[in-house]
């Protein structure tokens, strides 16, 4: 069984494609859509909600179909068992805490009794036992936050889906609720869906990530396959912390390539090549900025990927540093630990050395 | 609900798609309201095309548009109509404009009574003033004039309420209040460092009022000069209690005497349809002046603390200005009315023999007539009916619009509005058209139809501004959590809207019992309303009759006032 399967779906929203043929379907655990605002990841979530109709395909949540174009099905929202935490928590001002949390049980015609059990250890589970007859207004964003995924939880949905939960938080509260979140929702051992357009988020909280970019899905994958074999440049650019350049495989031998880097003045690369690599392919090489070696000195002869260029300026960031060096035409930004020791630093205008491990490089084939 | 629909293809008829989100029932309940709504608009605009008899129909012509336009006083008629609106919003909004002013930005003193003063004169209603007032101005019978004769010798006529100063110094003063709501957040809410940078700059205070102050607060200032503008030219009491006998002439009195007095309904409704063209061009600019003021946007959601000026000794002038236009507002009617309805009839000298000659018949008589009693249970009644059914049909038609996803249902926004372009009278003019021998004609339902037709835009628009500040993610919140539309609706959207339902109930309730205009034209023997009545006594002459009556009245309405206030803990503000 898998909890969410989403076939062909597209939506046009007057000119623009907000959802572009998406298909995937996901077993079970948190499953994150990430990608830059207008990217379709909210509109995603809203059509798997009932909250939008898309203009074709099909979404079904844990095997039964709930919204079918073709087939004229479309279970309303309310119907679909499931739980929704808003952006902005969207919790009911008029209502107390309880009462919010109590809304929909109340609308299952639940027995009192269980209502309040339920209400209180939904409350309990996220840590606001005693606020119950507080108002929304009267509670911190992060309270406000906890109340909200308790609403959704307390009906026991079998797909909770979050939208943002954190993006209205400050950043010290996010790092914190982020870890919060996930532990609750392993917890309950309930699925859900999270949309975010924050990389470092998504994959510290989900087992599966989509990167989205302009209603398609771009590349489907643990966070260690995403950030470490992107499929596409436009996820290499955004998971992050890389440089990208164009190149051209030369040569593919036994699951390693050779490409020209006409940029890096010329320079010669090897990494693990892609499935579908052929000599004379243009391609795109992404070398990460945390995973490359500087020296003032040359390294011994036989050394992986080296290259040579001038260091132009370094920006401090507390714990790490970035080192922009020019290499041919092309800067390329080397950012160091305090305490790395393969990066020895040089003052601006020198001349340096870099080497790269062939694993720190991902060549994605395509112009 | 944001289920927007690409406008591409569409996969299910909209009907099958409204079951489905259960949203039929809003739906349904909109097209009802609506066609009620639309019904009078197209009967006045169809039947201003055709003559004939009421009840017969002998084929589309032109010939009532052109007795219209060879009227030869036609034009002087448009002049009357549009001087005697401008010279009333002139006169109130400007006064309004000073008097929020001085209570938003000086130190005259007794605040908490100053604030209140301005808006008190609203709880009359204006057929009361004209009333008062026609006593007060009137050129032979009034008791002004009277007195300059009397103390300072003066034979000449001075004061003539039948007059466009008269008729304009009445409506004037009945849009103050318009002027003030309008102004005071603006003088309230202004954001201090617009005017502090000015200062700064080395401008002088009376400097940055001229430069600064004043000019920010001119498109509120225009924005009340249109809305008063078209309440004139909509205005039905003055016009004909005061214009008519004074012989001049204006569009509203024009379509009243074609109807009532000459039973020709073409001719009345194609006045009528002039005197639309005429809102329209003004619902125009006010639309205009709106938009020219949300870009002027001073008003920002911080609490600024306004600083106040002190100006000295002018404080007790300001004060005095305040003071006298609450005299002039309801003081001095009110205590014309109380006085004259416990004289045994109505000259100056009875007038001056007061309380000599103190008498309590007019209110037996008023009591005893079975045309005063029924009217005012009706207008209580239907008030209160109206005020509910109206309220909650608004609120039903702008959750149609902005929380189903009903295909079309935008038509609504354009339907809920057209009666603010037509006056109170044309729709009456049209539903008397509509219901003459039908069951309902001389019914209370006729009545309360024209009410709700007459209403509905505020309690349309009222809800429409709420709802569209209300998260959808509310609603939506309420939908995955497994709420249905009624749920929804009235879980949700209905208790959040709560307070703003309260001033809309409140502000109809007290707009119906007081009107005139809607239903003077479709009272009935049996079925009168309590505001025609006392302007059918006036009409007669019967003015101490039509004091005693109006003085009943408004003590009602004051109890009406209080008990909302305290009852409900509503705000004092319309």
Not at chain 2, 284 to 289: D, G, L, M, N, S
Not at chain 2, 508 to 514: K, L, T
Request: one cysteine or more.
């Amino acid at each position: 069984m898998s909890i969410i399967k989403v076939e062909n779906l597209s939506k046009l929203f007057k000119d623009t494609k907000a959802l572009d043929d998406v298909s995937f379907e996901f077993e079970k655990g948190i499953l994150s859509f990430l990608g830059p605002s207008g990217c379709g990841k909210t509109t995603l979530l809203r059509s798997i909600a009932g909250l939008e109709v898309p203009d074709t395909g099909t979404i079904s949540i844990a095997d039964e179909v709930q919204t079918s174009i073709a087939a004229g099905i479309l279970v309303p929202p309310y119907a679909r068992k499931i739980g929704f935490v808003f952006q902005n928590y969207a919790l009911w001002p008029h209502m107390t805490v309880f009462s919010n949390v109590a809304f929909g049980l109340k609308l299952r015609k639940t027995p009192a009794e269980e209502v309040k059990h339920k209400v209180l250890s939904a409350l309990e589970l996220v840590g606001l036992q005693g606020r119950e007859e507080r108002y929304p207004s009267q509670l911190s964003g992060g309270q406000q936050q906890r109340v909200a995924l308790a609403r959704s939880l307390a009906l026991e949905p079998r797909l909770i889906l979050l939208d943002e939960p954190l993006s209205n938080l400050d950043a010290k509260l996010r790092e914190e609720m982020r870890v919060e979140l996930k532990k609750l929702i392993k917890k309950v051992g309930i699925s859900a869906l999270y949309v975010t357009h924050d990389q470092e988020e998504a994959f510290t909280i989900s087992d599966a990530v989509i990167v989205m970019d302009a209603g398609k899905v771009l590349q489907y994958g643990t966070p260690d396959e995403i950030y470490n074999h992107p499929a596409h440049p436009f996820v290499a650019a955004f998971v992050g912390h890389a440089t990208i350049v164009d190149g051209k495989v030369v040569a593919v031998d036994s699951g390693v390539c050779r490409v020209l880097v006409p940029e890096f003045a010329g320079a010669m690369l090897i990494s693990a090549a892609p499935k579908q690599a052929a000599p004379g392919n243009l391609c795109k090489v992404v070398v990460r900025n945390g995973e490359i070696r500087l020296s003032p000195d040359k390294f011994p002869e036989g050394t992986e990927n080296v290259l040579e260029g001038v260091m132009t300026s370094r920006e401090y960031r507390g714990g790490l540093t970035d080192h922009r060096v020019q290499i041919g035409s092309k800067e390329i930004v080397v950012t160091s630990h305090k305490l790395c020791p393969m990066i020895r630093v040089r003052g601006d205008g020198d001349t340096t050395f870099l080497s790269i491990d062939k694993s720190a490089i991902s060549v994605i084939v395509g112009p | 609900m944001s289920f927007s629909r690409s406008g591409s293809t569409t996969h299910w008829s909209s009907i099958k798609l409204a079951l489905r989100q259960g949203t039929l029932v809003p739906l349904l309940a909109s097209t009802v309201a609506g066609a009620v709504i639309v019904t009078p608009v197209l009967i006045v605009l169809w039947r201003s095309f055709t003559t004939g008899k009421l009840g017969f129909s002998v084929g589309l012509n032109l010939n009532n548009y052109l007795r219209v336009f060879a009227d030869r006083d036609i034009l002087k008629m448009l002049g009357n109509s549009v001087f005697y609106a401008a010279g009333s919003a002139a006169l109130g909004t400007g006064l309004g404009a000073m008097l929020a002013w001085i209570v938003a930005r000086t130190n005259t003193p007794g605040k908490a009574l100053v604030e209140l003063m301005p808006l008190y004169p609203i709880l009359m209603p204006p057929i009361m003033k004209n009333i008062a007032w026609i006593l007060l101005l009137a050129p032979r019978s009034g008791i002004l004039n009277g007195m300059l004769q009397q103390f300072f010798g003066i034979e000449a006529l001075v004061f003539n309420a039948f007059s466009m100063a008269g008729m304009i110094w009445v409506f004037g003063l009945a849009c103050v209040p318009l002027g003030y709501l309008f102004l005071l957040p603006v003088f309230l809410s202004f954001d201090p460092s617009l005017e502090e940078s000015a200062y700064i700059a080395g401008s002088r205070p009376v400097h940055t009022m001229m430069r600064i102050t004043f000019p920010l607060a001119a498109p509120a200032f225009l924005s009340a000069f249109v809305l008063n503008f078209l309440r004139g030219l909509r205005s039905f009491e003055t016009p004909v209690l005061q214009g008519t006998p004074g012989n001049i002439k204006v569009f509203v009195s024009r379509v009243y005497d074609s109807m009532a007095l000459e039973f020709n309904a073409g001719l009345a409704t194609a006045y009528s349809v002039v005197l639309v063209v005429l809102s329209v061009i003004t619902l125009y600019f006010y639309v205009r002046a709106t938009r020219f003021s949300e870009r002027y946007a001073t008003i920002t959601g911080k609490g600024y603390r306004v600083k106040v000026i002190d100006i000295g000794p002018w404080k007790y002038v300001t004060f005095l200005a305040v003071f006298l236009y609450f005299l002039a507002g309801i003081v001095l009617p009110f205590v014309v009315l109380i006085v004259v309805s416990m004289i045994p009839y109505f000259d100056y000298d009875t007038f001056m023999s007061f309380p000599s000659n103190a008498v309590l018949n007019n209110y037996y008589t008023v009591l005893k007539h079975p045309s005063f009693v029924t009217g005012l249970y009706n207008s209580l009644v239907l008030s209160v009916t109206i005020a509910i059914v109206t309220v909650l049909a608004g609120i039903v038609m702008a959750f149609t619009i902005h929380r189903t996803r009903a295909a079309g249902a935008k038509i609504f926004e354009f339907i809920g509005t057209v009666p603010l372009a037509f006056p109170p009278l044309v729709l009456s003019v049209g539903l008397v058209i509509i219901f003459l021998g039908t069951p309902l004609y001389n019914s209370l339902w006729a009545l309360g139809i024209g009410l709700f037709v007459a209403y509905f835009p505020y309690a349309f628009r009222n809800a429409s501004g709420s709802i569209v500040n209300i998260h959808k993610e509310l609603d939506e919140a309420a939908w995955v959590h497994g709420a249905r539309w009624r749920h929804v609706f009235f879980k949700i959207t209905l208790p959040i809207l709560k307070p703003s339902v309260g001033g809309a109930l409140f502000y109809i309730f007290i707009e119906a019992i007081r009107n005139v205009d809607v239903a003077v034209l479709l009272t009935a023997p049996g079925k009168e309303y309590g505001p025609v009545t006392l302007f059918e006594y006036f009409r007669l002459g019967q003015w101490a009759e039509a004091a005693a009556g109006g003085v009943i009245y408004l003590i009602i309405l004051i109890v009406a006032v209080s008990v909302a206030k305290f009852a409900f803990k509503m705000k004092f503000s319309l």
